[in-house]
């Protein structure tokens, strides 16, 4: 692991956890079927629609890391991976992935039924994932994903972004391009709403992921106006679970959804840490209960 690839709390930043599970599992698929070169001929991607990564160890520069995986089930559209990060040296997994692919259309971005040859393929690489690797915190029951702009405002959530997608940031079919590239400490720090209020709101302490779930419905385009909404779902001794979710301003529509679970960590120990009772009282006070969506108090 590079040096690049460190952050500020020391270790390897999960941003890049998540691109190699994107890009493994991109492998995977093209080792099962039409390889990349194939599907641009025929005007198919693949894209990540639903990626639930769970963090098990923090790991260090200088760390040697492998994935390995396969396929879990597929049908249609959709294959559904598991992949695994193991630290080769030290032994340990690093983390773990469930990640759901889709073929797509390059040009609607619609659902592309998967050949036949392909299925069958994918049904040779079938793998049962170990139960830990399942969603703790963040189930689909608790990404909200029937949540609508409308239930934000009676709860008393305010939308703290809007933009309107500029052309120039999208690809040639209209639709906006992924990030260039990967970087540990951004060019600028976008709001994320009421969790700007508790990233740095203790020292000497810090809030690295355990678990982090992005649910796409659609890729936005140009001309879209999005909004986002953030939201604290739940308080526990050590865990926040909190998202974002964005829609399309003029029209509502749920676009995506980003989710956190984020354990309280004492950095001189490197170790997690339960929160007072005043902190955790803090923090309950910054939640969203009147939300419609499944609460339930983390580790």
Not at 126 to 150: A, C, H, I, K, N
Not at 158 to 177: K, M, N, Q, V, W
Not at 203 to 227: K, S
Request: hydrophobic content about 45%.
């Amino acid at each position: 692991m590079p040096a690049a690839e460190i952050d500020n709390l020391g270790h390897m930043n999960t941003n890049f956890y998540v691109q190699r599970a994107r890009e493994a599992g991109g492998l995977l698929l093209d080792g099962l079927g039409a390889g990349a070169a194939a599907r641009r001929e025929a005007g198919l991607i693949v894209e990540a629609v639903d990626c639930h990564n769970h963090f098990r160890r923090e790991q260090m520069q200088g760390a040697l890391l492998r994935l390995s995986g396969g396929v879990v089930a597929a049908a249609g559209a959709r294959f559904e991976l598991y992949l695994e990060m193991d630290n080769v040296r030290a032994q340990e997994t690093a983390a773990m992935f469930r990640l759901t692919m889709e073929l797509q259309h390059k040009v609607t971005r619609r659902p592309a039924e998967a050949s036949a040859p392909w299925l069958r393929a994918a049904q040779q690489a079938l793998v049962e994932p170990p139960g830990r690797s399942r969603p703790q915190t963040l189930t689909f029951e608790r990404l909200g994903v029937g949540l609508t702009p409308d239930d934000f405002a009676r709860a008393g959530v305010r939308p703290h972004l809007r933009r309107e997608i500029p052309a120039a940031e999208c690809d040639a079919d209209g639709f906006l391009a992924p990030e260039p590239r990967l970087r540990t400490v951004p060019d600028s720090f976008p709001s994320q709403g009421v969790m700007d209020q508790i990233w740095h709101r203790f020292e000497g302490f810090a809030w690295p992921l355990l678990e982090l779930r992005t649910h796409d419905l659609r890729r936005p385009r140009a001309g879209d106006v999005l909004e986002t909404y953030a939201a604290l779902l739940s308080v526990g001794h050590k865990v926040i679970h909190w998202g974002s979710w964005v829609f399309e301003a003029r029209t509502g529509a749920l676009v995506s959804i980003y989710q956190q679970a984020n354990i309280l960590f004492n950095l001189a120990t490197r170790r997690p840490q339960d929160m007072s009772a005043e902190v955790r009282a803090e923090m309950t006070a910054l939640s969203s209960p009147g939300l419609p969506v499944a609460h339930q108090a983390p580790g």
